[in-house]
């Protein structure tokens, strides 16, 4: 009777058991199906952090431009050996001598036996050569390692023009026993900027350039030296006639370059900045922009390529995603109404109201103002209704509110709730607006809807 007794007891035991088993499994089962349900039927808003931006520049990033001048090739008057009296990249004017042609040789000669014979060169002349060495020295880049030797030819030319014009008075006396036609001293007969090389684009205009004329490898610059020997009709010089300039580039996007008449450029070779007016055209299917400029010639006369960087001046602000922009509707108040309530420093309007005796009066109305422009304030549709009265500051004239106007916002949802907030757009990068934070009611790090067409005003926000 007892081991009887002692199994129910067991049974009725391992019964309670399986009951509490049964019963912490339901409730996870329901607890898991509760969140499932949760989770994946609740509208979730997904938001953006707002962080800082720029617009992106539409243009590509360096250009390697022609240059191309109005140049007059002068050549020899004669055959025989040519002494500059005029450094390379040097102004002259009309009437100034700017080299002997000598047909035996005798002048070069004496010329070099004086310049061993004493100290020709004076302090200006050495401060030009080290002006020289001074600008080569801070432009030089490493991959352009060919422009040495243009250089070494460019410095050793400069000093035997130098002495040449320092010489060449010393031993004017005993020309006379040389003989008048064996030289001949030549001036100029045209006023503009003398350079002692050619390359065959002095010619060349801007719609005359196609896309071999970027080949460099091609590109030939033929340097006239003191003491070349030349046959008459050679070129001797040529000389720039005109402070106007262009620099031609090939294009790829030419969409990018739609409606622009006028840039900013970086030359950067020596980072100096220009403005330049801007044309297009196109030839055998190529785009290339011309840049006209009518400054800093000086600077890249001795160039016939330079580079370049075209300057779009992007906005720099805080960036928002396209698809948050939302509109809201504002009352559109003159800002010749505003008013400051009693002592406190709050702003608003003067209302008039109908008192129950038929008389007016007036109430201060204190509004948050969503912006407030030189002429208009934008006041939120809660605070007045329309065909209220606004009464101007010691004078008797009234405003009807009831003229409204949409203002650009998102929803910020820094406090769990979608809360409108106007903002100012300066610009856009691809799927972003940039704003300007100082006009803007966002700021950097703030939680915006991502998508406001998702959510209205005052919604709670599940992320």
């Not at 007794?5 to 088993?21: A, D, P």
């Not at 002259?92 to 001598?97: K, L, M």
């Not at 330049?276 to 055998?284: E, R, V």
């Not at 407030?372 to 008797?396: H, K, P, Q, R």
Request: aromatic fraction near 12%; charge should be negative.
């Amino acid at each position: 009777m007892a081991k009887q007794s002692s199994t129910v007891r067991t049974n009725k035991k391992r019964k309670k058991q399986l009951n509490i088993g049964i019963i912490i499994c339901i409730v996870i089962i329901l607890y898991l199906v509760v969140n499932f349900c949760i989770y994946f039927f609740t509208n979730r808003i997904a938001v953006y952090e707002v962080t800082s931006g720029s617009t992106a520049s539409r243009f590509e990033g360096q250009y390697n431009a022609l240059i191309l001048r109005d140049e007059t090739v002068v050549p020899s008057v004669g055959s025989g050996y040519v002494n500059f009296f005029v450094g390379d990249a040097t102004p002259i004017h009309v009437g100034q001598q700017t080299y002997v042609v000598d047909g035996t040789g005798e002048i070069s000669s004496r010329l070099e036996k004086a310049s061993r014979d004493q100290s020709i060169l004076s302090a200006d002349n050495l401060a030009k050569i080290r002006s020289s060495l001074f600008d080569f020295d801070s432009s030089f880049r490493a991959d352009h390692f060919y422009e040495i030797y243009n250089f070494k030819y460019k410095i050793e030319s400069q000093i035997l023009e130098l002495i040449n014009s320092s010489v060449f008075e010393s031993i004017n006396a005993d020309l006379a026993s040389i003989g008048e036609n064996t030289y001949q001293i030549v001036s100029s007969d045209i006023s503009g900027i003398l350079l002692h090389y050619i390359d065959g684009f002095e010619a060349t205009k801007p719609e005359d350039v196609d896309s071999s004329a970027f080949n460099k490898s091609e590109y030939q610059k033929k340097i006239i030296k003191t003491n070349d020997l030349l046959a008459e009709g050679d070129p001797v010089y040529k000389i720039i006639t005109s402070e106007k300039w262009n620099l031609v580039f090939q294009i790829s996007h030419p969409d990018a370059f739609e409606g622009i008449s006028n840039i900013d450029i970086e030359f950067l070779k020596d980072n100096v900045i220009a403005n330049a007016d801007f044309s297009m055209f196109t030839k055998s299917g190529n785009t290339y922009g011309v840049l006209s400029l009518d400054k800093y010639l000086i600077r890249y006369v001795t160039d016939r390529f330079v580079q370049i960087s075209l300057i779009d001046h992007t906005q720099e602000g805080i960036k928002v995603p396209k698809t948050a922009l939302t509109e809201k509707q504002f009352y559109t108040i003159p800002t010749s109404y505003l008013s400051q309530g009693g002592n406190s420093s709050n702003r608003g309007f003067n209302k008039e109201i109908f008192l129950e005796d038929g008389s007016t009066s007036i109430q201060f109305v204190p509004v948050t103002f969503a912006r407030i422009t030189d002429d208009t304030c934008y006041v939120s549709t809660d605070d007045f209704s329309d065909g209220d009265v606004l009464v101007m500051n010691e004078s008797d004239s009234r405003y009807q509110v009831g003229t409204k106007e949409n203002l650009k916002g998102v929803f910020v949802s820094n406090g769990g709730y979608a809360v409108f907030k106007t903002i100012d757009i300066i610009g856009e990068n691809n799927s972003f607006y940039i704003l300007n934070p100082a006009t803007s009611q966002v700021s950097l790090f703030d939680q915006i809807v991502r998508n406001s067409s998702k959510v209205k005003e005052n919604d709670i926000i599940n992320r």
